[in-house]
Structure formats: C-alpha cells, structure tokens
C-alpha cells in the first residue's frame, strides 16, 4: 500500500491536525502521520452528487479505522462501502476513541448530509423529541430528505456512498497526547496554590503575585528579567522545524513561527519566502489575543441567521402544536354535532315506533282484559247472567273484525350511515370545495352562494349523517281477524255480522246502542225460527 503522505508543516497537514484537536477537545494533540486516500472515480461520483444537493450541507468527520469493516487499501481504492438498506453510521462534531492505546487510527471523510431528518420515535405527542431504538433503513428517509439523524449526539446514516468522498488516513498517540488543559499546569511554582500571572526570565520558573513579590524583594533579584505569562509564552515557545531552537519571529505572509535558523538556512532562507514580512513571535501574540477578543463579523452574521432559523422554528413548533389542538377541537366539534344530530334522527324513528307499539300494547291489553273477564263470568255466573254476558262479549269482539283500527305498518327503519369524509390536510392541499355548516351544526360542501342548490359532484361530500334512501318494505297482505266461534245454543246468523257492523260504524251513543238493539232482536228472531 502506497500512500501519499501529508507534509507536516503543511497548511492541510495543519488543519487536520486542528480539526481532530476541535473534536476531541484536545489541545496537545499532535498527529503522527497523515496520508492522502482519495480517489479520483469516488471523487467525481460525490462531485456529481453534491451538485444536487439542497441546502448543501457538508460535514467533515473522523471514523476510527476500526469501525469500518474494511482495509484501508479497499477504501484508497473503491470508497467507503455503503450497504443501500442500513446505511452508514457516523458522529458530527466529535468521535470516541481508546485513548488508552498507544497509536489510534481514523480515516477523515467529507459527508454530503444535505436535508437531514430526525428518527424519532413514534408517538403522538407532539413535544415529543426520543429518538428511536429501532434499527434504521432507508425507507425511512422521506422525499426531499438525504440522512437520518439517529441520536442526540448527532450521529447520522447516509444511505448513498456518493454522499461520502474519502480523504485521509489519520495516526496519532494516545495517552497523554489527549490529555486537556488543567489549571494545575499554570500554579504559581513558588506555593503551589494560586495561579501564576508572572514569569521569570532568569529564575526560569513562574510565579503568583505574592510569591513574585516574596522571591524579588532583594536588589539584586529585582534586576530579573520578568514578564507576564502570556508575554513569556511568546518567548518560550520552540520552533517545530527545529526543536531545539526558541521562535523570535512570525510569518504574516505564511502564518507560520520563524526561528533564526528558517530564516538563515531554512525554509525563508531564499525563495519568495525570504523576502516575506517577520514580525517578533510576541507583537504577533499580541495582535491575535487582541483580534480574538473581538467577534468575527462572519462568525456574528452565521451566529444571528442560526439564531433567528432557531427562534423561527420554535415559533413554527409552538403554532403548530396550537394549530394541532384547534383542529382537534374542530374535529371534535364536528364529530359531536354529527353524533347529536343522529341521535335526533334516531329519536323521531324512535317516536314513531314507541308511538306504533304503545297503541297495539294498549289493544292487546283490552283483548286480555275481555278473556280475562269472560273467565270470570264462566267461573261465577250462573246460566242467565253467562248468557247475557256472553252476548255482549260476542257483540264486542264482533267489532273486532277488521284491522282498520290498527296503527299502520311501520316503514321507520334503522338505517341511519354515514357518508362523505372527515379528513385532515395541509392548507395549500385543501380541496377547492367550501365547507358551510347546516341548522345542524354539520358543515356540506358548497361551491355556491348559501341558500342556493347545490350541483351534483363526483368528490364526496364531508361526513354527515343521513337517512339511506331504502325503498319502503311491501305491506303485508291484512288478515282479517275472525270473531270467535259461537256455541251450538248460539248460533250466529249474517244478520249478527251485519248489526255488529252497524254498531261500530255509529258515531254517537244512542246510535250504537240503536245498532246493538237490532243486533239482538234479529239474534231472538233467529231463534224462534229453529
């Protein structure tokens, strides 16, 4: 395997280096080696790739050679394998590694993340942000959409390896070379205790104010060469080109440290560089604590439209959990006037046939009464109050020949649906038909102005509750109800029929006891012929 190293005093070489200090927070970090993987082929593919992507969101980050499953001669050759279902897992912004291992290897990737969507997990709660324990695929990633954002630690799959072009293979020593910044480094070295502000040149050692004070009271100490520290580390510092040589100057053209051998042997020795602008290591410091200590205007432009995206979305989020909560509250509305509506369709079907079968109960109730009576009468009666009884129970069933007293047939059936949808969408996909509300509270279609008809559409129109069109069922044929047989002392003639009939048709008292009167005497003619 023949790799391209960086130089390593190189502005890439640099950067690198700095970006693994920025994830790792490890200001010491010192990269041992730095080579080149990329490829021309993976190259010009995610090249292709990028320029479709919006918004154009790229990351470069660091993935420990180990989780990658495979060689690095594989990678410099064909790219990062991604499998098109399960993707390719990686971190934004940091990465973890052994640091207890003597040498640690990454491979440095650029990653096109484009529109990136969270995989939450499903649930109804709209201030709900858990990210999901599932397994991820790309079936998940909806239109428009190019990575899935899977943790809070800002871990992401792609599932494309043109979003991926390789870039460099990365060693460095664990260990100390990750250990941070500790205040304890800065301790006065006098006490031990307080932090040191002062360094002395010719003591070689820093100290606190008090120690300072303490350690130079005498003449002769007082005439130490002594600064502050932030000066001395201006001072302090060797050359990375020669290790064993103080810088003293600073390249504004190169923005690199120069010590007196660059500058009488080294790289500004000849060339363009030995004409470039030195300016002393400590002016340099100085000027870029000074600078640091002002915001960047691009830093500030970048922090206020991220700052103002955010408030946009938080505001975005807050109406849409307001907007959520009015169309439920619609929903329900609807859903309540249609419920209240059915029950009063049910209720007048109701009516009817509580109303039909109260009557026929009543009926049914007189008709019991009559047998009940009757057996009352054969049971303690003697023959003449039976007899008389008896023909006056005959003369009132005989007027319930027929069924024109009933109540009517019923028609009212059960056969309340409902029709149309209810459905819910986004405002610029909302159907062109207008919603109106009928006396019912239930909003209809409408495309015209109210109380006018409305056409006929081929679109179903919004839930409501309706009676169904069924045809009325067939009445069945009426049977008529036969008076109950006479005994063989009593025989009925037409003639009893006929009277009866009279009876029922009278309207007034005198008329119906008129009709029972001939009714009888016809019965008693009857008789006197047998």
Not at 55 to 69: E, G, Q, R, T
Not at 291 to 302: E, Q
Not at 331 to 360: D, G, H, P, Y
Not at 362 to 389: D, N, Q, V, W
Request: net charge neutral; charged share 25%; proline share 7%.
């Amino acid at each position: 395997m023949n790799l391209i190293p960086v130089a390593p005093h190189s502005e890439d070489f640099g950067l690198i280096e700095y970006e693994l200090q920025l994830q790792l927070n490890a200001p010491k970090l010192k990269v041992s080696e730095c080579y080149v993987i990329s490829n021309p082929h993976v190259e010009a593919s995610y090249m292709n790739y990028f320029k479709t992507l919006t918004p154009s969101n790229v990351v470069d980050v660091f993935v420990p050679a180990k989780n990658i499953d495979q060689a690095i001669a594989d990678i410099e050759e064909n790219g990062i394998a991604v499998n098109p279902q399960t993707g390719f897992r990686f971190r934004v912004g940091s990465f973890e590694v052994d640091k207890s291992k003597p040498m640690i290897e990454v491979v440095r990737l650029t990653i096109a993340l484009g529109n990136t969507l969270n995989h939450l997990q499903p649930s109804t709660q709209l201030n709900s942000n858990t990210f999901s324990s599932d397994a991820p695929t790309s079936g998940l990633l909806r239109a428009g959409y190019h990575s899935l954002c899977i943790s809070e630690n800002h871990d992401y799959i792609v599932f494309n390896s043109a979003q991926i072009k390789t870039c460099n293979y990365i060693k460095f020593k664990g260990g100390s070379n990750l250990d941070q910044p500790r205040e304890e480094d800065d301790l006065c070295e006098q006490c031990g205790r307080e932090l040191a502000t002062i360094w002395c040149k010719n003591d070689n050692a820093k100290f606190c104010a008090k120690c300072d004070a303490e350690a130079h009271e005498t003449a002769i100490r007082q005439r130490h060469v002594r600064m502050t520290l932030a000066e001395a580390r201006a001072l302090m510092e060797c050359c990375p080109h020669h290790e064993d040589t103080r810088v003293e100057y600073f390249c504004t053209v190169c923005q690199t440290p120069v010590c007196f051998q660059c500058k009488m042997i080294g790289s500004h020795s000849k060339g363009a560089a030995a004409s470039h602008q030195l300016i002393p290591i400590k002016q340099a410091y100085e000027e870029a604590l000074e600078a640091a200590s002002h915001k960047d205007p691009i830093f500030v432009k970048r922090k206020q439209e991220i700052d103002e995206k955010m408030q946009d979305a938080d505001e975005r989020l807050a109406q849409i959990i307001r907007n959520e909560k009015d169309v439920e509250a619609e929903i329900m509305r609807l859903a309540n006037a249609a419920i209240e509506r059915a029950r009063q369709l049910a209720c007048e079907k109701a009516v009817t046939v509580r109303s039909s079968k109260l009557e026929l109960e009543r009926k049914s109730a007189e008709m019991e009464t009559l047998s009940k009576f009757l057996e009352i009468e054969k049971k303690y009666s003697g023959p003449l109050s039976f007899l008389a009884a008896y023909d006056r129970h005959s003369m009132i069933v005989a007027t319930m020949q027929g069924t024109e007293d009933l109540p009517p047939d019923l028609t009212v059936e059960g056969d309340l649906c409902v029709f149309g949808k209810l459905d819910v969408c986004p405002s610029a996909e909302k159907p062109r038909q207008s919603f109106m509300r009928d006396g019912f509270g239930v909003r209809r279609e409408s495309n015209s102005p109210p109380n006018q008809p409305q056409p006929q559409k081929s679109s179903p129109p919004p839930q409501q509750i309706v009676e169904s069109p069924k045809p009325a069922p067939l009445s069945p044929p009426k049977q008529q109800v036969q008076p109950a047989p006479a005994s063989p002392q009593k025989t009925r003639a037409k003639a009893d029929s006929k009277g009866a009939a009279e009876a029922r048709e009278g309207t007034s008292k005198g008329g119906k006891a008129k009709a029972s009167k001939e009714g009888r005497k016809t019965g008693k003619n009857n008789k006197k012929r047998r």
